[in-house]
């Protein structure tokens, strides 16, 4: 049959191969664009990182499967993307993550029991955006890519781009998956930030799947070509590779910072996965596949270069016990998740708030406190 | 000493079946070790254990189906000796946190709290629910029995919408069930409920196929089984069913569906007299659109629908099931092969989404593959008419001349609701299917 709307013959992959500093093989590579400058004692704290991400994914998912939690976005085969991002951001900078980058949270040093209380269905946040600079994690796809223009616009106002000062300049930083590249809220932004030349890096992980709706449905041509369109640079980079997605989005928000403009970064991944924990992937996609990216897993390349460069082992097994700990750490943390007082709600619509919803919140008070043994 | 509830994986699940338990009584098992495989309506799933320690009871077995909540493991500290009074404490004693806080959780019939004796007076109806209470966990009691004659209660008052959950609501008005007809324990009316109201109580099934002694193997109704149990039984003795035959030469059928298989713009789907039956259904429809009706007793109507969503019976591994094609009246014939390919692919696969199997307005079952002449189908729950295509042989014909030929024979039947359906509408259907399959250029004439 042929078919013009034939999913099948896209070809998403053939662009410019993707920037990468470390092979699968835990080789270093050169890069004619980009290189990573840290020294051995950096790549070792990335590889904590990535090691402890792991880990509040992991348990996150397993306290789920125990009751503790609702839902659970595991980011697992993720780790790379988000940290080599992560940790390319300055204080100044502002992270605006979606629901799976548990990674990037991290990263901005907020506690994970935050993100627990989220998908327990305790709280809506926890945290104040503006103390560390990362917005709460926004389920609408692609909402958040507005939210950076703007902000990012607004820094531009603010005379806080281009001043050459680096601990003053800032830039936004929206992230961001190949499902939310579909969205009207995702070109609308590509096209302000670029006719606005905003300081921001959108930052796409490309894992591969919106769901079960695989890329080749999502876009005829590579994410990072959609930039061209919008006129802005797009880049390709190997999303498991912690050092190739630290120094691509080190530029690109160096670029930003200086005035010079946005940048599409798609960071090629994988949800190793489910979509949440309420999915079954298996029904959309092949074990050859998913074997395939296991064996390009973020961590293991990272861990291979470091023992080639003589790290102990005592090191990784101090690292093991931290990650340990770290997992004990969420578990009681859980245990201790407060339950919600519903008559909250009413306080959080506005700053101040307003004679109807003092009114509603006092009649439910009554209602609720109508009951015996009500702790209000 | 710590049982594991069955938690809810899915959001909103409700139960789930016990597939592979993982570890033994007596096992050491560490915080985070698989304990046991289950699978939901959604998928199957590793459950971690909650606990470290040894397993001291497996508390369900494999082949249960367990409502979310219940407890299926005990798993005793490594480091403590408990004796068995411990299992038996006074479930009183101030839990400092129930296992089970997210999801729907354990549906407990007992009221967790009651409203305190200040509350208004029994002259005031009952405080409406607040959407924001979780009502399963905070239930109000009924307002006490009033002291005397009190003064009417305006009708508008008098007859409440019983509550239930969307489900049961489905059950009930699937049954034709009112629900406030429905007696019920508590302030919500149940699944068993209704199911008690209906009197076809569903007994608990079997925990697993197990030989009998007498040789017999007792296999446990779930699954689509049950579903097509269900879904017969309601049907059968809710709907007067008519059943009509048609014994037809289809031999020009046979000759077309040889062309189309050489035809190129046909080359990627699958041609059989199945798919001409099927166009000939569509066809037919357009003439006496009451065999693509649907009685609603609740409402007291009769629904005709306007597309055709056209069920095709499958059987698979798992059973009988009956997904549809929508809209199958608008699409062309190479279209209509697609989407019945694709549908049956899915089905062998076993990968039907439930929502597949709903919305169906008439089925075909091809029973001929199985080599069968003909037979009286039920109809599929929700449907006014169903037709069973009979296995196509070549047997000795008489033609217009009288001469006795071989042709390519078969046997349709056609079954309908009689409370939808009267046997001219049935018959003129039939005929008409029949008059397209005994020569596809009537269908022109549609």
């Known amino acids: ?88 951001m300055r204080p100044q900078d502002f992270a605006f993550p979606t629901y799976r980058d548990h990674g990037i949270v991290w990263c901005r040093g907020e506690d994970p029991t935050y993100l627990l209380g989220i998908f327990r269905g305790s709280s809506l946040g926890g945290w104040d955006p503006a103390d560390r600079h990362v917005a709460l994690p926004n389920i609408i796809i692609g909402a958040q890519t507005l939210h950076a223009t703007g902000y990012a616009m607004g820094l531009t106002i603010d005379g806080l781009v281009g001043t050459g000062t680096p601990d003053r300049d800032a830039a936004a930083m929206a992230f961001l998956g190949d499902g939310a590249t579909s969205q009207g809220d995702f ?130 097994a101090a690292l093991d016990t931290e990650a340990d700990a770290l997992g004990e750490h969420l578990r009681e943390s859980c245990q201790r998740i407060p339950e919600p007082d519903l008559a909250s709600l009413f306080d959080q619509v506005f700053v101040e708030t307003t004679v109807e919803l003092d009114q509603q919140k006092a009649e439910y008070v009554a209602w609720r406190d109508s009951f015996e043994g009500s702790v209000a | 000493m710590p049982e594991f509830k069955l938690p809810d994986v899915g959001e909103g699940l409700t139960e789930a079946e016990i597939i592979t338990w993982q570890v033994s009584v007596g096992d050491t098992v560490a915080i985070n070790d698989v304990l046991v495989e289950i699978e939901t309506a959604k998928s199957l799933v590793e459950l971690p254990s909650p606990y470290a320690g040894e397993v001291r009871a497996l508390l369900v077995s494999e082949g249960d189906t367990v409502l979310v909540g219940t407890p299926i493991i005990a798993i005793g500290s490594a480091d403590v000796v408990e004796d068995a009074s411990v299992e038996t404490r006074p479930s009183a004693e101030p839990a400092k946190r129930e296992a089970m806080l997210v999801g729907y959780g354990p549906r ?46 305006p009708p508008s008052r008098l007859k409440l919408r019983p509550l239930a959950k969307p489900p049961v609501r489905k059950l009930a008005k699937d049954l034709g069930i009112d629900l406030a007809d429905v007696p019920t324990t508590g302030d919500v009316v149940t699944r068993a409920d209704v199911e008690a109201f209906a009197g076809r109580v569903v007994p608990d099934a079997p925990v697993a196929a197990r030989p009998d002694e007498a040789g017999e193997t007792r296999i446990p109704i779930k699954g689509v089984r049950k579903f097509t149990a269900e879904a017969m039984v309601r049907s059968a003795f809710t709907a007067p069913h008519v059943t009509e035959w048609v014994t037809l030469d289809v031999s020009r059928t046979m000759q077309l569906v040889a062309r189309l298989k050489s035809d190129p713009a046909f080359g990627a789907v699958k041609v059989s007299p199945t798919l001409i039956a099927a166009k000939a259904i569509c066809l037919a429809m357009r003439r006496t659109p009451e065999l693509n009706a649907r009685w609603d007793e609740v409402a007291q109507e009769i629904v005709v629908k306007k597309a055709v969503n056209l069920g095709i019976a499958a059987a698979t591994a798992r059973g009988l099931v009956v997904p549809n094609v929508v809209g199958a009246d608008s699409l062309s014939l190479v279209e209509l092969a697609a989407a019945i390919g694709e549908l049956t692919t899915t089905a062998r696969e076993g990968r039907t989404q439930p929502a597949q199997m709903t ?37 000795a014909w008489v033609d217009e001349e009288d001469n006795v030929v071989p042709r390519w024979v078969t046997t349709l039947a056609l079954s309908f609701d009689h409370r939808v359906v009267d046997g001219e509408q049935g018959s003129r259907f039939l005929a008409d299917v029949a008059a397209i399959l005994r020569d596809p250029a009537q269908a022109l004439t549609y």
């Not at chain 1, 400058?37 to 991400?53: E, I, N, P, S, T």
């Open chain 2, 108 to 153: 407990t019939d007992a009221p967790t709290r009651r409203r305190r004796p200040s509350a208004p007076a029994s002259s005031v109806p009952a405080p409406s629910r607040v959407a924001s209470v979780d009502t399963e966990r905070v239930r109000q009691p009924a307002p006490p029995t009033p002291p005397a004659p009190q003064a009417p209660v």
């Open chain 2, 359 to 395: 919305g169906g307005t008439f089925s075909l079952t091809n029973i001929g593959v199985f080599g069968i002449d003909a037979g009286t189908p039920i109809l599929n729950p929700g449907e006014s008419g169903i037709l069973a295509l009979g296995s196509i042989e070549r047997r």
């Open chain 1, 187 to 316: 070109n609308e932004a590509l096209d302000w930030a670029a006719v606005h030349q905003a300081p921001v890096v959108f930052f796409c992980q490309n894992n591969h799947y919106a769901i079960s709706v695989p890329l080749e449905r999502q876009t005829r041509v590579p994410i990072a070509q959609r930039a061209d369109g919008f006129g802005l640079p797009g880049v390709r980079v190997d999303g498991n590779d912690v050092l190739a997605c630290h120094a691509v989005t080190t530029a690109a928000l160096q670029r930003a910072r200086d005035g010079q403009g946005p940048t599409l970064v798609e960071a090629v991944t994988y949800r190793m996965g489910a979509h949440t924990t309420s999915d079954d992937p298996t029904r959309y996609r092949e074990a050859s596949e998913v074997e395939a990216w296991k064996a390009k897993d973020p961590l293991e390349r990272v861990a291979t270069h470091l023992r080639d460069e003589g790290v102990c082992e005592e090191w990784f």
């Open chain 1, 1 to 88: 049959m042929n078919d013009p709307f034939d999913p099948t013959t896209p070809d998403t992959t053939t662009d410019s191969p993707p920037v990468q500093l470390l092979t699968p093989a835990g080789q270093r590579v050169t890069d004619p664009d980009y290189s990573y400058d840290g020294d051995l004692a950096d790549v070792q704290d990335l590889y904590r990182d990535l090691v402890m991400v792991r880990r509040i994914d992991t348990e996150a998912f397993a306290l789920q499967r125990h009751g503790e939690l609702g839902l659970w976005p595991p980011l697992l085969g993720q780790e790379a993307a988000q940290v080599g991002a992560g940790r390319a």
